[in-house]
């Protein structure tokens, strides 16, 4: 640990870039709050009636759904062939309790979920009262790679296909376009089911770069909220609010980057397992994975990720708050210009981690702001930080440590209809997009 923890050399230049950036906008960004019109924090309170449509089965021909109807995924859904789906701004789509609804796009297959700023596309439970895990979830299937053996998986979450073809994903297309998902809204989803776990908010699986992945929010997902599966997808200006799973998951060589995103943490609102803002792996089990591939490698910046705590140190001590990222072995995560607040501590490296150069130099925090963390980042299992800390917080990351309240950090994270998460320090508002 010699190499790791003695000062990295810098000069005079790099003191004054220190100094210049020293406010260096962090965390989610933009002129105006982009959470604004199109989101929803109190979904609960939402009616959004009774359905007029049922979609059930395959849908194998090109199809459109209105925002004059509303519909009801009963059991799973797949959409194939080649077809394409598409979805009309303000349509509202609700997911069965009683069959546990769906809607898969199978490889092969294209969404057009376009909704607006102001008439976005709804997915949510089709119950009087909801709760998180109402219904299963949106699955997109694409033919992107990934690092299992062989071209092609396939996604078990007890969906019921009449085909394996509908389930699969994998390939060797980086760049394929499975369609366009913007501005929409996914609630309640997530079910758990008997011997599968549970289903998630939205899976991409095996989905490349060109898909158009933009504005979309998941709230009180039973399950993860945004399981990233292989492929290379870009993910802008994503919500995960109060979902019991882990927020953002990435796995099994998975290439992507989640840039201007936002993921708020409730200590109340939690899987038994404990949950998580950011997970960053490469496999469930090594055998399952070829080691010739590329592992999953993840780049972040301009994120916001933030536990709401009502009394953070008491929540802590009775085991409800956990960190806000977990990096496994073998992988590749480059973080920057992003918040992390509220968390016990802020990041945790898997117990296999070795700490060397060639490690370190795969995971990568600069330009952070940590703020009201228990520490800051750990190995697991292991209460001695000093080697990680002196690592990161060498004045050459510009890494940031504070511990200010949440109204103190925030504009206005305590507005319950539009709060605004951009980071105010010293009155400077982090307002410019890249």
């Known amino acids: ?55 059930t089965g395959n849908i194998t021909q090109d199809t459109k759904l209105t925002k004059r109807e509303t519909y009801l995924l009963s059991g799973s859904v797949f959409v ?91 390939g060797d297309n980086a760049e394929s376009n499975y369609g366009i998902l913007k501005y929409v809204r996914i609630e309640y989803a997530g079910k758990r089911t008997k011997n599968h776990g549970y289903y998630n908010g939205l899976t991409l699986a095996g989905v490349g770069n060109a898909t158009v992945l933009e504005n979309v929010m998941i709230s009180y997902c039973g399950g993860n909220a945004f399981n990233i599966l292989g492929g290379a997808v870009n993910l802008n200006k994503m919500i995960s609010y109060k979902s019991k799973g882990t927020d953002y998951t990435f796995n099994y060589g998975t290439q992507s980057t989640l840039s201007n995103s936002l993921a708020i943490r409730s200590p109340y609102v939690s899987g038994v397992n404990g949950s998580r803002c950011l997970s960053v792996s490469s496999y469930i089990t090594k ?58 501590p802020a990041a945790v490296f898997e117990k296999s981690f070795v700490l060397d150069n060639d490690t370190l130099e795969k995971i990568k925090f600069t330009n952070m702001y940590f703020n009201n963390c228990n520490g800051n980042i750990f190995i697991e299992n292991n209460s001695n930080n000093e080697d990680l800390e002196n690592w990161y917080g060498n004045s050459a990351f510009f890494n940031v440590y504070s511990k200010t309240s949440d109204s103190e950090t925030f504009i206005d994270s305590k507005n319950k209809r539009y709060p605004d998460f951009r980071l105010r320090i010293n009155k400077i508002v982090a307002s410019t997009e890249d």
């Not at 396939?154 to 994903?169: E, I, Q, R, W």
């Not at 008491?314 to 072995?329: M, P, Q, R, T």
Request: a negative charge; zero cysteines; hydrophobic letters at 35%.
């Open 80 to 170: 194939t062939d080649s077809t394409t789906l598409t979805i009309e701004p303000g349509t509202v789509i609700l997911g069965d309790f009683a069959t546990n609804g769906s809607l898969t796009i199978s490889k092969g297959a294209t969404l057009i979920a376009e909704g607006s700023e102001t008439d976005p596309i709804i997915f949510t439970s089709n119950r009087g009262v909801k709760k998180e895990g109402d219904w299963g979830g949106l699955f997109i299937l694409g033919d992107a790679p990934t690092n299992k053996f062989g071209n092609a998986s396939a996604v078990d979450f007890g969906l019921k296909p009449s085909s394996f073809a509908y389930t699969s994903y994998g």
């Open 1 to 55: 640990m010699k190499s790791l923890t003695k000062q990295i050399a810098i000069g005079a230049t790099l003191l004054f870039m220190g100094t210049l950036y020293a406010q260096q906008e962090k965390g989610i960004t933009g002129e105006e709050n982009w959470l604004n019109s199109w989101t929803e924090f109190q979904p609960k309170a939402e009616d959004y009636g009774s359905p007029t449509q049922i979609l």
């Open 287 to 344: 055998e399952e994975v070829d080691f010739t591939k590329k592992q999953t490698a993840v780049t972040a910046q301009n994120l916001t990720l933030l536990n709401l705590s009502k009394d953070l140190q008491a929540d802590i001590n009775v085991g409800l708050v956990n960190e806000a990222i977990y990096v496994s072995n073998h992988t590749s995560l480059a973080m920057s210009k992003s918040v992390i607040s509220g968390f016990n």
